[in-house]
């Protein structure tokens, strides 16, 4: 099953397992990825497949919103590094919001990670 598009700039794509990824556009060059739910070893390969998807259509800002992120393993952290290589390849600029995900955080404190924070224009 295959949702369709809530409005020309909000998408709802199926993860899997026990994730969602809804996507934006909040601007011509910009997407915001938002992930809710667990990401871990079975649903990581979905969001690298989404997150590198979005970064190969040229576009200049992605930003990924993991503040509904109940789980969030080492994959997932893979998931995010591969993306920041790949932007950085392209020319994108990438952020991460954790928000107030404990699972997120908890993990960025135990291995750090050099993520660009979230600028508010982005954000709805």
Partial sequence: MVPQPRSADHELI???G???????????RTVLV??????DLSTARRLDEVLQSRIHDRV???VIDLS?????SVAG???LLR?????????AHLSVDAGRSRAVRRLFTLLPADF?????????
């Fill in 18 to 28: 026990h994730m969602s990824l809804h996507l934006r556009h909040p601007g011509a």
């Fill in 77 to 79: 952290l893979n998931s």
């Fill in 116 to 124: 660009d924070t979230v600028a508010a224009n982005v954000r709805p």
């Fill in 68 to 72: 509904a992120v109940t789980f969030f």
């Fill in 60 to 62: 200049e800002e992605v």
């Fill in 34 to 39: 938002a992930v809710s739910g667990e990401v």
């Fill in 14 to 16: 199926a993860a899997g």
């Fill in 83 to 91: 993306a920041q290589l790949l932007a950085d390849a392209t020319g």
